[in-house]
């Protein structure tokens, strides 16, 4: 399944993979999606910044705010570990071939189901490829954006981001919820 993603794309991935476990989610759901594209990359048309992302998400502090708490740098920990926890080489996006609807990607640093949410928009944004024959950024985005109800869009609201506009920038008409 990641064999057809960018590698911009699986980057974006595995980042916000490594951005759920870092708040201590066992789950990536939609909104981890939207922070690790907020991060990655600047698009003409997308104006949302990571930390404008980052607050509304809030939450529980996370294992760097914790750790810390000790006296422990959860960097330099990751940094002495061999194996690139951020490498997208070293992971694996599967579907189950039991449980079809069970999407799981695999790396390093843990297994990390995909929520309904967060499989919908890799779903929407595999098939969506017309433009090219791999899953890119704007893919993902366009994959965030096809469900009108999602964590990620509500929060783009919140955030006062034109919805409509950004989806017919990115070249598909939003169905508005």
Do not use: Y
Request: hydrophobic residues 45%; proline residues 5%; contains cysteine.
């Amino acid at each position: 399944m990641f064999h057809a993603f960018t590698p911009e794309a699986r980057r974006v991935m595995v980042r916000a993979a490594l951005l759920a476990l870092d708040c201590g989610r066992n789950t990536l759901d939609e909104d981890m999606l939207l922070l690790a594209l907020a991060e990655s990359w600047p698009v003409e048309g997308f104006t949302v910044t990571a930390s404008a992302v980052r607050a509304e998400i809030g939450g529980a502090p996370g294992d760097h705010e914790l750790l810390a708490t000790l006296g422990i740098d959860l960097d330099e920990v990751r940094r002495r570990i061999p194996v690139r926890r951020d490498d997208p080489a070293a992971w694996r996006l599967r579907r189950s071939r039991v449980r079809p609807l069970r999407v799981t990607l695999t790396g390093p640093a843990g297994v990390l189901p995909l929520t309904g949410g967060a499989r919908k928009v890799v779903e929407v944004a595999a098939n969506w490829r017309g433009a090219g024959p791999r899953v890119t950024e704007k893919d993902l985005l366009r994959g965030l954006l096809a469900d009108g109800s999602n964590v990620s869009v509500r929060i783009l609201r919140r955030l006062g981001v034109d919805l409509d506009g950004l989806a017919a920038h990115l070249g598909f008409l939003r169905v508005s919820a």
